[in-house]
């Protein structure tokens, strides 16, 4: 099952790979991975998609809260939450697909963020399966290059980190 | 506040931390620390002859005391010849810490001379590890190192200094107590859960306590006592929770597992609960996980949460320090008030069923005439040292024999490689604990092959005048790998026969130690007792029965119950 962690270590040099490390070091697969800092400079918070069942999750969690550097770790997955990523798609842009590239951008709401003679850079914000829809509609029309934020999530209502 | 170099810094906090000996090997990017150890001369140096021993050697100092033990290594070479010391201790949760010289900070990253990411190399081997870059931040760094070494589960800390650093000046703070917010072991267990195993104890009719290194490291040998006792409930242990619980006590089954006895498997496949205190259901322990302890519920105590439910379901998580889990434990069965007779009527069945494994299959092995077999030695040394000496073992066979035929009463006695397996450490952590104990009997118990991997620490022992008492048991083989070759590769001794060996008593003279050999059974006594009783440093050889085996063995991924008996 696929699970959503939120992480928040501290922002010192060497934690990322303390955790990347734990996962390769005991074969866990990490499916996306997202880093920034919080309010709180000296904190980051990592969102990390991962996948296993319920054994696996829980020494996840375990030994990524056995780390010196880890401060919090949470499965949002295992209540409410909102989850987004955002992906920026460079679209080879011919005479004769331009429309239904803004047409296929109007319906997704994307923001076409670069344009070229010969592409469009679209940003396209949402849940993963939209991304994925938008993908397949563009893939016919020719992808250039493709990159995403893997996802970033977040408890609803009250509860917070 | 008067500003204080890197180097004294480090000084300093070994002193504030109350460490007097320190283990390592000098180098270019460490001269300036070891400047000022030398200036400062208040803190023991043993200069080992090769980095891995002084790794070893303050795991043994650990093990042994108590107490961190601390190391010194260059940068480079100095800081990966460390790895496999760092590692050993990582496994076995042994605090550590070591230092390591860096180049400097302009340089890092430029595949100086002598340069190597110690860090990056030990991340997964270390409980936690600092690269410091600014001296400013050394104070800090120090008193963390120390406190979460030895907090907590355990473990070894590495310390990367680079030159610069070292011979930087800042102000030194020095935290008299320490706050991390993202580290904060769980020591008192949660009361519920004493209820709830509690409540399963009780009940219980063939409960087994299996106890592991977690209880030697938390010092909970006399809780774990008096709880066995109170309740009349049998205790076997893994190899790393020998001494924990007194081996000659009439409710020690023994040591379980791949080489435990017939008994202590037995009675785990048949027990109704399982009580695994500080013990992590290691595969050596477990042997085929699905055919593991069917009957049993498990309640499982343990400082670190991950070890709960890695390799088993538990029924009873208990997350503390083996030390106060177990005092509630006993603080419940008092408050439960059953009396001593109710406890042993209702074990009474259990006991009586687990007395005959032990007399049906006891460890034993067989005798010949004109060959010494190693546990006849083993046995000998037990009574000759009458149980009291600190044993140390290498790796294999001489470290099963050892833990099978000497039988452990107080904790700390015996410091073996359990986790990582390390052949090469016996010796160097020989050397630590007689530091920690000059006038403690220590004795390494090896194997030709082993004792060959840090076998230039002999250069260490004599010149720290340290009485190190060395048995090798030589068959001339790398026996426990023979052993398996015997059993399942169809007796392909693949590179496991010595063609050569040294002459060991004549090494120990090239060194200025005593040597002596035995190759008869009837030398074995007068052998070990000129060992023993010789002034210092001292080999003892024995020839044993080049393809003994260990016996009783699990074969590796077969049921515990399934066991190759002598």
């Known amino acids: ?161 | 506040m008067a500003k204080m170099t890197g180097k004294q810094m480090v000084v300093e906090a070994l002193k504030r931390e109350g460490v007097d000996v320190i283990f390592g090997f000098p180098g270019g990017a460490i001269i300036d620390l070891y400047d000022t150890l030398e200036k400062d001369g208040t803190i023991k140096h043993v200069l080992v002859r090769h980095e891995q021993g002084a790794a070893h050697a303050a795991d043994g100092y650990a093990r042994a005391s108590g107490k961190v033990g601390v190391c010194v290594a260059t940068s480079g070479p100095g800081a990966t010849n460390t790895v496999t010391g760092i590692a050993t201790a990582s496994l076995d949760s042994i605090p550590m810490v070591v230092f390591t010289g860096q180049v400097p900070t302009a340089l890092i990253g430029n595949d100086a001379f002598q340069e190597v990411d110690i860090v990056g190399i030990t991340r997964p081997c270390t409980k936690h590890n600092y690269l410091v870059k600014d001296v400013k931040d050394l104070p800090q760094v120090l008193k963390e190192a120390f406190y979460i070494a030895r907090s907590g589960r355990p473990g070894p800390v590495l310390i990367d200094l680079p030159k610069d650093v070292q011979n930087g000046k800042a102000e030194f703070n020095y935290p008299e107590k320490i706050k991390l917010r993202s580290y904060n072991p769980v020591i008192e267990p949660h009361g519920k859960q004493i209820e709830r195993a509690y409540r399963l104890i009780e009940k219980a009719k063939r409960p087994v306590i299996y106890a592991g290194g977690g209880i030697i490291i938390a010092n909970a040998n006399k809780e774990l006592r008096a709880l066995a006792k109170a309740t009349y409930i049998p205790v076997t242990m893994t190899l790393m929770g020998l001494g924990g619980f007194p081996g000659t006590h009439e409710l020690s089954l023994g040591m379980l597992g791949m080489h435990g006895t017939y008994c202590a498997n037995m009675a785990m496949a048949n027990s109704d609960l399982i009580i695994a205190a500080g013990a992590r259901f290691d595969d050596r322990v477990t042997g085929k996980i699905e055919a593991f302890a069917p009957l049993a519920k498990i309640i499982h105590l343990d400082i670190d949460p991950t070890s709960i439910q890695k390799n088993v379901k538990v029924d009873v998580p208990i997350v503390g320090d083996c030390k106060r889990v177990l005092k509630k434990l006993l603080g419940a069965a008092k408050d439960g008030g059953r009396p001593a007779e109710a406890w042993m009527d209702q074990h009474q069945a259990w006991l009586q069923q687990l007395d005959a494994w032990k007399k049906r299959h006891p460890l034993t092995y067989k005798k010949e005439p004109g060959v010494i077999k190693p546990q006849y030695v083993i046995e000998k040394l037990y009574e000759m040292t009458k149980g009291r000496a600190i044993i140390t073992t290498e790796v294999g066979q001489n470290q099963m024999w050892t833990a099978q035929f000497y039988k452990f009463d107080e904790a700390r006695t015996l410091l073996t490689s359990g986790g990582l397996g390390t052949m090469g450490y016996g010796f160097p952590a020989a050397i630590g604990a007689q530091m920690a104990f000059p006038d403690k009997l220590v004795v390494d118990v090896a194997g030709d092959g082993s004792i060959q991997m840090n076998i230039q620490e002999m250069a260490t022992a004599m010149e720290q005048r340290l009485p190190v008492k060395i048995v090798i048991l030589n068959n001339q083989f790398l026996g426990m790998v023979r052993q398996w070759q015997e059993l399942f590769y169809d007796r392909r001794y693949a590179a496991t026969e010595f063609e050569m060996t040294p002459d060991f008593v004549k090494l120990a003279e090239a060194y200025g130690a005593k040597g002596f050999r035995a190759t008869k059974p009837e030398e074995v006594d007068d052998v070990l007792s000129k060992g023993l009783e010789a002034e210092g440093l001292a080999i003892m050889e024995f020839a044993i029965a080049r393809e003994e085996g260990v016996f009783p063995m699990v074969p590796a991924g077969k049921a515990t119950t399934e066991m190759l008996l002598v």
């Open chain 1, 1 to 161: 099952m696929k699970h959503t962690l939120s992480v928040l270590v501290e922002n010192t040099p060497g934690a990322l790979s303390r955790i990347t490390g734990l996962f390769s070091g005991r074969a866990f697969n990490i499916e996306s991975l997202n880093v920034a800092a919080t309010l709180d400079p000296t904190l980051s918070h990592i969102t990390l998609v991962t996948r296993g069942d319920e054994f696996i999750i829980e020494q996840i969690i375990k030994q990524l809260r056995r780390l010196v550097d880890v401060f919090k770790v949470v499965d949002v997955s295992e209540g409410e939450f909102v989850e987004r990523e955002m992906s920026l798609i460079k679209v080879r842009a011919e005479e004769e697909s331009r429309a239904e590239i803004l047409r296929i951008c109007d319906i997704f709401r994307c923001k076409v963020v670069d344009v070229s003679p010969k592409s469009y850079t679209l940003e396209v914000t949402g849940p993963e399966s939209k991304l994925k829809a938008v993908i397949e509609l563009l893939r016919p029309i020719g992808i250039k290059e493709i990159t995403r934020t893997g996802n970033i999530a977040m408890m609803r209502e009250k509860k917070t980190m």
